[in-house]
């Protein structure tokens, strides 16, 4: 039966990457579904795209939930993914009052800079998703960024250090909330969130694709996550690698 995101947390001092973390342990021992993995530092970080994902450590949040019983088809992954983004996005807005947009399709932004990732990593059994990894990197109280990577923590944006376990206590609430929607593959309830909060829904944003630059909107996200974009009146679809957001602060 299922508990609660979070009902089980296993808190590591370091850890190469709480997500191969979270791997080995779903292949070694039976893990129950909202297991958390949580480390104060993460020596090999990983990012999306095979990108790294490098902070400092005990400054902020790096953790992974594993889902295990969530029957879900893999071509419905991008509900997992809109939990995730609706869970961090709505927790920063209402807890601390930080105006923020999901850019397509779970990074967190603050006036166009990033303040959360995350990176999924399922395993299939036949077409249905037998286990999913979701890994989070949320900067709270890291104050210094490397120049041109366009990141901001929850510090730069309120000017306060924040009692990391505090936060995340609060945070698992949002999981659980929005969790609720998932179990039920309750898909309207999600992409209705996730729309509210999308950078570039219904809006003209500047994109680059293969073919160049060029200013379009957001039309849908389809369930296997590929956006919808109206380029010049016509509808493209892109998956991850072939879109690019400009981002421009507001
Ligand atoms: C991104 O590129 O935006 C995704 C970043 C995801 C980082 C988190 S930190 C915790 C978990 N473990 C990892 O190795 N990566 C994810």
Same mark, same amino acid.
């Given at each position: 039966?299922?508990?609660?995101?979070?009902?089980?947390?296993?808190?590591?001092?370091?850890?190469? #990457?709480?997500?191969?973390?979270?791997?080995?342990?779903?292949?070694?021992?039976?893990?129950?579904?909202?297991?958390?993995?949580?480390?104060?530092?993460?020596?090999?970080?990983? *990012?999306?795209?095979?990108?790294?994902?490098?902070?400092?450590?005990?400054?902020?949040?790096?953790?992974?939930?594993?889902?295990?019983?969530?029957?879900?088809?893999?071509?419905?992954?991008?509900?997992?993914?809109?939990?995730?983004?609706?869970?961090? #996005?709505?927790?920063?807005?209402?807890?601390?009052?930080?105006?923020?947009?999901?850019?397509?399709?779970?990074?967190?932004?603050?006036?166009?800079?990033?303040?959360?990732?995350?990176?999924?990593?399922?395993?299939?059994? *036949?077409?249905?998703?037998?286990?999913?990894?979701? *890994?989070?990197?949320?900067?709270?109280?890291?104050?210094?960024?490397?120049?041109?990577? *366009?990141?901001?923590?929850?510090?730069?944006?309120?000017?306060?250090?924040?009692?990391?376990?505090?936060?995340?206590?609060?945070?698992?609430?949002?999981?659980?909330?929005?969790?609720?929607?998932?179990?039920?593959?309750?898909?309207?309830?999600?992409?209705?969130?996730?729309? #509210?909060?999308?950078?570039?829904?219904?809006?003209?944003?500047?994109?680059?694709?293969?073919?160049?630059?060029?200013?379009?909107?957001?039309?849908?996200?389809?369930?296997?996550?590929?956006?919808?974009?109206?380029?010049?009146?016509?509808?493209?679809?892109?998956?991850?690698?072939?879109?690019?957001?400009?981002?421009?602060?507001?």
């Amino acid at each position: 039966m299922f508990s609660s995101v979070g009902h089980s947390i296993i808190s590591l001092s370091e850890v190469d #990457s709480t997500n191969n973390y979270a791997a080995i342990l779903l292949n070694e021992t039976k893990v129950t579904n909202g297991t958390i993995i949580l480390a104060k530092n993460q020596t090999k970080g990983k *990012g999306q795209l095979g990108s790294v994902w490098v902070v400092e450590p005990s400054k902020n949040l790096t953790f992974s939930v594993i889902l295990t019983d969530l029957k879900i088809q893999a071509n419905r992954q991008f509900l997992i993914s809109a939990w995730a983004a609706c869970s961090l #996005s709505y927790f920063l807005e209402e807890y601390f009052a930080i105006k923020n947009h999901i850019k397509w399709p779970n990074d967190i932004i603050v006036n166009g800079k990033k303040i959360a990732g995350v990176l999924i990593e399922n395993s299939l059994k *036949g077409q249905e998703i037998q286990h999913s990894i979701i *890994g989070v990197g949320f900067n709270i109280n890291q104050a210094n960024f490397p120049k041109g990577i *366009g990141a901001t923590s929850v510090f730069n944006e309120l000017g306060k250090e924040q009692n990391l376990d505090a936060v995340f206590e609060q945070l698992l609430s949002y999981f659980n909330r929005f969790y609720l929607y998932l179990a039920k593959q309750d898909d309207k309830s999600l992409f209705d969130a996730y729309y #509210s909060k999308l950078y570039g829904y219904n809006t003209k944003i500047a994109l680059k694709d293969n073919d160049g630059y060029y200013e379009g909107t957001i039309k849908q996200i389809l369930s296997d996550g590929r956006l919808v974009v109206d380029k010049n009146g016509a509808e493209k679809t892109y998956s991850l690698k072939e879109l690019e957001f400009l981002m421009k602060s507001e």
